[in-house]
T-cell receptor
Framework: DTGVSQDPRHKITKRGQNVTFRCDPI?????LYWYRQTLGQGPEFLTY????????KSRLLSDRFSAERPKGSFSTLEIQRTEQGDSAMYLC??????????FGSGTRLTVV | AQSVTQLDSQVPVFEEAPVELRCNYS??????LFWYVQYPNQGLQLLLK??????LVKGINGFEAEFNKSQTSFHLRKPSVHISDTAEYFC???????????FGKGTRLSVIA
């Protein structure tokens, strides 16, 4: 069990550029979640998958955000045309249907 | 809709003193409750969870929490803190054991030597 892995750990990008983050969950976990955490706030739910099916999306997930989990294993979160307000820590977590969450260390995005 | 209120944004406490971090929630359905700890530049680590059964829940690192349905609270306690407990603590609620979590804004615990 290597835990939940996120890549990259840090990303600095210019406003207007597209970015993509990757999350590798614990291998036997079939649920995968994305959260966003801004400075001084708790994490906010973005979306989650059960296997490859995206089950729920938060209203925070604007049209510029898209998430995929094509084979029910790793997931990607893409942000198009980044804005300064997108600067945050993006956290991934995974779980079994009746287990508990395990979080990754996050990807810190800075939009300049 | 569910929500979580962490009543204290910062709690300073001397080493070896007891501490209580307060959490109140609102929900129209049965809830599952969690406390997570976050160290700087790291993800969240589960301290403890309440899913059902005994209202007193024991977690890692000597922490415990008590679920109080009538007061809609889930306060976190530790009888004697260490410097290493300095971190951000988040209370969270969900409608199911693995449905999306709703987090509070966090409480920064600072342990003073």
């Amino acid at each position: 069990d290597t835990g939940v892995s996120q890549d990259p750990r840090h990303k600095i990008t210019k406003r207007g550029q597209n970015v993509t983050f990757r999350c590798d969950p614990i291998s036997e976990h079939n649920r995968l979640y994305w959260y966003r955490q801004t400075l001084g706030q708790g994490p906010e739910f973005l979306t989650y998958f059960q296997n490859e099916a995206q089950l729920e999306k938060s209203r925070l997930l604007s049209d510029r955000f898209s998430a995929e989990r094509p084979k029910g294993s790793f997931s990607t979160l893409e942000i198009q045309r980044t804005e300064q307000g997108d600067s945050a820590m993006y956290l991934c977590a995974s779980s079994l249907v009746r287990g508990g969450y395990t979080f990754g260390s996050g990807t810190r995005l800075t939009v300049v | 809709a569910q929500s979580v209120t962490q009543l204290d944004s910062q709690v300073p406490v001397f080493e070896e003193a007891p501490v209580e971090l307060r959490c109140n929630y609102s929900s129209s359905v049965s809830v599952y409750l969690f406390w997570y700890v976050q160290y700087p530049n790291q993800g969240l680590q589960l301290l403890l969870k309440y899913l059902s059964g005994s209202t007193l829940v024991k977690g890692i690192n000597g922490f415990e929490a008590e679920f109080n349905k009538s007061q809609t609270s889930f306060h976190l306690r530790k009888p004697s803190v260490h410097i290493s407990d300095t971190a951000e603590y988040f209370c969270a609620v969900s409608e199911g054991a693995n449905t999306p979590l709703v987090f509070g804004k966090g409480t920064r615990l600072s342990v003073i030597a």
